[in-house]
């Protein structure tokens, strides 16, 4: 079956460093049909290296769409070749309403699948491209024995643990040891870990006491102050009568 779509570029995806932060290489899928719309998704054999926006969607006659594929930051070996590998799978969309996550089962038979793989090249290699090129066919003729030719064919750890089947790319970022920054250690101290210790304690004593003691200090003058004193209301009485009677004898006795 022929493709159903045009992709931009078409065989591989180049990433150029350096790769201590996000790298984004563009894919450009194209529609060419003038009547029909086209179903896309995007797959790679490293979802939790990658970020794919918008990882799938459907195009309409004669339109494209940018999507981004973005590579999560990494320890870029130059010896290490890369075997990362994304896939497109389009198909020509049903009418009428659709169901992105059924219409690829409802019809596996129309999916049209290409395989792009990834490039890493950091700002120097493209000039020393010429010169490796070269050099390889010498180092091929000087190989000192079939072990060591068969030894430079196998894969390096990290690239055989990768996956070899393609999954579909997320939209976000996955937790990844490669991804990961380097966790931030305590800061170095020249005294002994006892000591340390020691002094922990000591001054989560300290700060103890220290709480203990303003619970139990004296309140603030103005919150402590007394009211003034107060005669109880009997000898207040007492105090009223007596002094009418010393005036109403003093009126009696000037009479």
């Given at each position: 079956?022929?493709?159903?779509?045009?992709?931009?570029?078409?065989?591989?995806l180049?990433?150029?460093?350096?790769?201590?932060?996000?790298?984004?290489?563009?894919?450009?899928i194209?529609?060419?049909?003038?009547?029909?719309?086209v179903?896309?998704?995007?797959?790679?054999?490293?979802?939790?290296?990658?970020?794919?926006?918008?990882?799938?969607?459907?195009?309409?006659p004669?339109?494209?769409?940018?999507?981004?594929?973005?590579?999560?930051?990494?320890?870029?070996?130059?010896?290490?070749?890369?075997?990362?590998?994304?896939?497109?799978?389009?198909?020509?969309?049903?009418?009428?309403e659709?169901?992105?996550?059924?219409?690829w089962?409802?019809?596996?038979?129309?999916?049209?699948?290409?395989?792009?793989?990834?490039?890493?090249?950091m700002?120097?290699?493209?000039?020393?491209?010429?010169?490796?090129k070269?050099?390889?066919?010498?180092?091929?003729?000087?190989?000192?024995?079939?072990?060591?030719?068969a030894?430079?064919?196998?894969?390096?750890?990290?690239?055989?643990?990768?996956?070899?089947?393609?999954?579909?790319a997320?939209?976000?970022?996955?937790?990844?040891?490669?991804?990961?920054?380097p966790?931030?250690?305590?800061?170095?101290?020249?005294?002994?870990?006892?000591?340390s210790?020691?002094?922990?304690q000591?001054?989560?004593?300290?700060?103890t006491t220290?709480?203990?003691?303003?619970?139990?200090?004296?309140?603030?003058?103005?919150?402590?102050?007394q009211?003034?004193?107060?005669?109880?209301?009997?000898v207040?009485l007492?105090?009223?009568?007596?002094l009418?009677?010393?005036?109403?004898?003093?009126?009696?006795?000037?009479?």
């Open positions: 079956m022929s493709a159903i779509a045009d992709l931009e570029p078409s065989t591989e180049r990433f150029r460093g350096p790769f201590d932060h996000v790298v984004t290489s563009i894919l450009k194209t529609n060419p049909c003038n009547s029909r719309r179903c896309f998704k995007v797959k790679t054999t490293a979802p939790k290296r990658y970020c794919v926006r918008p990882n799938s969607g459907i195009i309409d004669t339109e494209s769409v940018d999507v981004q594929v973005m590579l999560q930051p990494f320890s870029y070996d130059p010896n290490e070749k890369s075997r990362h590998k994304f896939m497109v799978q389009t198909m020509y969309a049903p009418e009428g659709i169901d992105l996550d059924a219409v089962k409802a019809n596996p038979g129309d999916v049209i699948d290409t395989k792009l793989k990834c490039v890493f090249e700002p120097d290699d493209a000039s020393a491209a010429s010169s490796a070269s050099g390889s066919a010498l180092s091929s003729t000087t190989a000192s024995s079939p072990a060591e030719l030894a430079a064919s196998q894969p390096s750890p990290s690239s055989s643990s990768e996956e070899k089947t393609f999954r579909p997320t939209t976000k970022p996955q937790s990844s040891e490669s991804a990961s920054p966790s931030s250690s305590p800061l170095a101290t020249s005294e002994p870990v006892g000591e210790a020691g002094v922990r000591r001054t989560a004593a300290a700060s220290s709480a203990a003691a303003s619970t139990s200090s004296p309140a603030p003058l103005e919150a402590t102050a009211q003034p004193q107060r005669f109880p209301p009997a207040v007492v105090l009223i009568v007596i009418a009677g010393w005036l109403l004898g003093q009126l009696v006795f000037r009479s």
